[in-house]
């Protein structure tokens, strides 16, 4: 078995990825949760709540919440 790799053990262009990665989920997870926070309920699909835990997953959360858990103005 293969043990696995810690950042360090990562190459130069492998950590710019995984940093680039991590800033671009941080961001689009920022922006759902502070576009979620002002929306009025009744402006969201579902419970807000909900779509507070969905945005915290990965980057398939807040891509979801953009696309399906807002209601069009």
Request: net charge positive.
């Amino acid at each position: 078995m293969k043990k696995a790799q810690s950042f360090s053990d990562l190459d130069p262009l492998h950590k710019t990825a995984t940093i680039v990665a991590a800033v671009v989920q941080l961001t689009l997870a920022a922006a759902a949760w502070k576009d979620l926070a002002r929306r009025p309920a009744a402006s969201v699909r579902g419970r807000k709540l909900i779509w507070a835990g969905v945005i915290a997953v990965n980057f398939v959360g807040p891509l979801s919440y953009f696309r399906w858990g807002r209601l069009p103005r």
